[in-house]
């Protein structure tokens, strides 16, 4: 018994260190989204993340066989929604996704990988709080087999080729800039005015 009594009061001890070394952090340097954030504070995220979704949707395998059809479809809807903030390729090297906190992960690693598809599924349904990953779930049947389709392709990632990444750049969605700059494109193919004068220069 005593020891039990011990073995929590130094768990008491380390959860109170560890809230006052986060908190002297976050006054030190406030709500910037700039850093990275601590190993101890990803970790804790992660284990939260974890239990927050319950064991049997964390069980639950992809009701989906894995096609190429399936993967085009996931690619496109990937392009459309996901790569503003985790790139094309799943690296997260994007404004936005650096922009984040925490930044979006490198989904070809082990920290998305060694997820189950139950997990994946969820968060891809349900969102993440805190994060910047909104939840795409709308409950539909249509919805649900997008999502799995997108299970499939995460798992893909690794895997993808340069071809690929290109076919998906192509499917972004365009700024205003980017359709202003396929307008002077087309304009000059057409035979308008010189469009080499008033395309926006890129930095």
């Known amino acids: ?35 990275r954030p ?15 979704i319950p064991r049997a949707a964390r069980k639950r395998f992809n009701p989906l066989a894995r096609t190429q059809e399936g993967l085009a479809q996931a690619r496109v809807h990937f392009a459309d929604h996901c790569a503003s903030c985790h790139g094309n390729d799943g690296k997260g090297e994007t404004p936005i996704g650096q922009g ?31 994060t910047g990953m909104p939840a795409w779930g709308s409950g539909s049947a249509e919805d649900e087999k997008d999502s799995w389709n997108l299970v499939h392709f995460i798992r893909h990632l690794p895997e993808q080729t340069p071809e690929e990444v290109e076919e998906m ?33 890129k930095h």
């Open 100 to 130: 984040l906190y925490p930044k979006a992960p490198d989904m070809r690693l082990a920290e998305t990988q060694g997820l189950s598809d139950g997990e994946l599924f969820s968060i891809i349904q349900n969102g993440v709080r805190f």
């Open 1 to 35: 018994m005593r020891r039990t009594v011990r073995i929590g009061l130094v768990l008491v001890g380390l959860t109170l260190a560890g809230g006052l070394f986060l908190l002297e952090d976050f006054i030190t340097h406030g709500v910037s989204t700039r850093r």
């Open 38 to 52: 601590l190993a101890v504070e990803a970790f804790v995220a992660r284990r939260l993340r974890h239990l927050a």
């Open 169 to 201: 750049r192509q499917m972004n969605p365009k700024t205003p800039e980017d359709l202003r700059e396929e307008d002077e494109i087309r304009k000059f193919l057409e035979g308008g005015e010189d469009a080499s004068t008033n395309l926006p220069v």
